[in-house]
């Protein structure tokens, strides 16, 4: 099953069940909401999970792009990417958490062909504010699914207000061989759908308060669910993303080395990167464009290590217009190419002059916090790129 059919698939599915479809946000949350990128597939949804009724009805299903920092130091493993999509179905105080989670492994087994031995589920086991959920555990057992008890990990909130309650998650065995152990004590289980009861809203004063209408919020991230049933070791071998393994591979083939953690995070914050800038952001030294900026100089490091001649003018125009389409842009590489090439001139430039002053201050590359602070603070010179250009100097 390829992307779209597998995207179509799920739409379906929640379709046949009564779901319509929403059409989601940009990268860039609507108006008024105080995060710089849309996080997770229910966010553009919050009003509603609080209570709101929505004008499409009570059961919804979607796909939302989103994109996280807080996993930017995973970047690089097999299965995490900055900007990923999710697959979500809500029901806005309609059914309850049992038959999501009835449908969840309906769709897991018959829809996707993924056998129930290779699942396992998780459930909140408690904390000093909400009791363990034991429906999600009868209804586990009720469908003979393997379940434990987690804790925070099991507690879904998407920041430190607003709804939230307790997640079931499920899981899936990744190696061909049997599975051993779960998800709590093996990581070759990998996290596939979170399906979370949306009963409480954490007010600013930390207070936990009981929403009058509870929903159910599910979110399954797509390039995950593709590595699954594509029966490939990581979301980048995905037939979504393997265009760009391929062709950066091709390009520059130094970012084999290290086991080809280079080549992901280089794919990964590119292509992150083109549907950033598809969503109409531009380089910045703040906000959202100061993260489009840390993305392509990650990038750039890695690739100037790899291969110090390397240009992202080489980047394929085709390639670019590819997951600008998938995302359903308007923007056209040309544009996209134009603002690479802009930001990794800028970056060039910023090196070459950091590369001077250091090498004219701190011949030997050892460097105090408060050196740190001078050079960002005179010479504009980030920390992280001093890091890497004082390591350059030691012997
Ligand atoms: N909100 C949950 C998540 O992002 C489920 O959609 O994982």
Known sequence: MDCDQTVLTFIEFFAERGH???????????????????SAGMQPLTRYLEG?????????????????????????????????????????????????????????????????????????GGNDEVGPDIDAVATWRELGLPVELGGPQNWWSNGPTGP????????????????????????????????????????????????????????????????VT???????ETDLIAPWLSALLGLWPGLAGNGGRPLRIVVDHLRSAVAVIGDGVLPASNGRGYVLRRLLRRALIELWHADRSATLADLPPGLVEQT?????????????GGVLAAEQGRFAELLTRGRAVLRRLYPDGALTERDYRFLHETHGLPGEIVTELAAELRP
Request: proline content about 7%; glycine content about 14%.
């Open 324 to 336: 600008l389409d998938h995302f359903g842009q308007q923007a056209g590489p040309g544009f996209v």
């Open 164 to 227: 939230c309650g307790p997640d079931s998650e499920i899981f899936v065995w990744m190696p061909d061989g049997p599975p051993a152990g779960s998800p709590l004590t093996d990581e070759r289980w990998v996290e596939l759908w979170n399906h979370v009861t949306m009963r409480y809203r954490r007010l600013n004063d930390g207070r936990l308060e009981a929403l009058a209408r509870p929903s159910v919020d599910t979110g399954m991230g797509l390039e995950r669910l593709l590595m």
């Open 20 to 38: 319509e479809l929403t059409k989601g946000s940009s990268l860039l949350p609507p108006q008024g909401d105080s995060v710089l990128y849309t």
């Open 52 to 124: 709101a009724p929505h004008p499409l009805g009570a059961r919804l299903a979607g796909v939302q792009r989103c994109l996280r920092t807080t996993d930017l130091d995973d970047i690089g493993d097999y299965t995490h990417l900055t900007v990923f999509e999710m697959l979500g179905s809500w029901s806005l105080g309609d059914y309850g958490g049992p038959q999501s989670l009835r449908w969840g492994l309906e769709l897991m087994s018959a829809g996707f062909g993924i056998e129930q031995g290779r699942l396992y589920a998780t459930a909140f």
């Open 230 to 236: 594509q029966r490939v070791g990581s979301v980048f």
